[in-house]
T-cell receptor
């Protein structure tokens, strides 16, 4: 079974530029999550999708971050414009359903904003 | 608001030592608790998942316990090896089956040969 795929693995941009990350969850997983992990901290949930609908985006900085999952499979996370404090690893995870009680994580995208 | 704390933040031990990593959470109404391993520059690998009705789970040299009433979980690693060097993260699923994971800040373990 293929795992969660993410791209790119690394990205370096200047502040005020825009960037997009892509995630392909495990086949058949209805629930998709995006987390932000700042160096030295645990991951923090940014947004949770159930199929193509948003379940929780309470911690997503909506003035600069956006995410979509149009067909209920792949997802993209965008930052525009980026700030220095957005430097972090962005992790995507998926699960069969919220009640399944276990999430599977991708390798992450390391973003550096200079 | 659920908060998860892991102690210690970093730990260095000689190879072969048994060790315990600690995790505490403020709201005992959790659904599940999961321990992850994270290697530098990599994603998260699930180690053990403890359901709220369980007291412990074991996998090889790893044993995780859960005490909901006291808001604590421990991860026990037996006979540590240099390959165990990594960051270990504890995360709790809130009640209500929402699937939302709340993480601790992690314990970075170094096992010296």
């Amino acid at each position: 079974e293929a795992g969660v795929a993410q791209s790119p693995r690394y990205k370096i941009i200047e502040k005020r530029q825009s960037v997009a990350f892509w995630c392909n969850p495990i086949s058949g997983h209805a629930t998709l999550y995006w987390y932000q992990q700042i160096l030295g901290q645990g991951p923090k949930l940014l947004i949770q999708f159930q199929n193509n609908g948003v379940v929780d985006d309470s911690q997503l900085p909506k003035d600069r971050f956006s995410a979509e999952r149009l067909k209920g499979v792949d997802s993209t996370l965008k930052i525009q414009p980026a700030k220095l404090e957005d430097s972090a690893v962005y992790l995507c995870a998926s699960s069969p359903s919220p009640a399944s009680g276990e999430q599977y994580f991708g390798p992450g995208t390391r973003l550096t904003v200079t | 608001k659920q908060e998860v704390t892991q102690i210690p933040a970093a730990l260095s031990v000689p190879e072969g030592e048994n060790l315990v990593l600690n995790c505490s959470f403020t709201d005992s109404a959790i659904y599940n608790l999961q321990w992850f391993r994270q290697d530098p520059g990599k994603g998260l690998t699930s180690l053990l998942l403890i359901q709220s009705s369980q007291r412990e789970q074991t996998s090889g040299r790893l044993n995780a316990s859960l005490d909901k009433s006291s808001g604590r979980s421990t991860l026990y690693i037996a006979a540590s090896q240099p390959g165990d060097s990594a960051t270990y993260l504890c995360a709790v699923y809130g009640s209500g089956n929402t699937g939302k994971l709340i993480f601790g800040q992690g314990t970075t373990l170094q096992v010296k040969p």
